[in-house]
């Protein structure tokens, strides 16, 4: 349902595109908000009841690119847990992110990240730091 939060054991995904990338890390720009964007946009990969993540993230893929998203060889899709990204925006002052569900038409996995600002680099930098190699997927297969 929309706005129901994410339980805290599950994972959401984003894309990160190649300027976002730079000699395999992900930079914290890569989950900076846009001027206007009230939540960070990602996918829900327990929504997709597959056996792994990586196949999670596949259907991910497969479904932003059938909606017309240009996906690049040298960008990167990351899974974070839930639960470490409410745990880093309370560490790094106390923030209080929330993960909900905001389904569209064209995705039931459609997700935000809601409870920091365009301006808040730090939360942007905690969230970076969360990715770990072994959660880092291709842009494009």
Known sequence: MTGDPIPDTDHVSRYCPPRTVRDGRILPDAFQLRAGEEYLSVN????????????????VRARMTANGFSLRDNGRFVALRVGAVIQAGRAVGGRELSVEHLPTTDDDSHCGIRGYTEDDVVVATALAALVSDDELYPGRL
């Open 44 to 59: 829900w990969l327990e929504s997709f009841r597959q056996p792994s993540r990586r196949e999670a993230v596949d259907r």
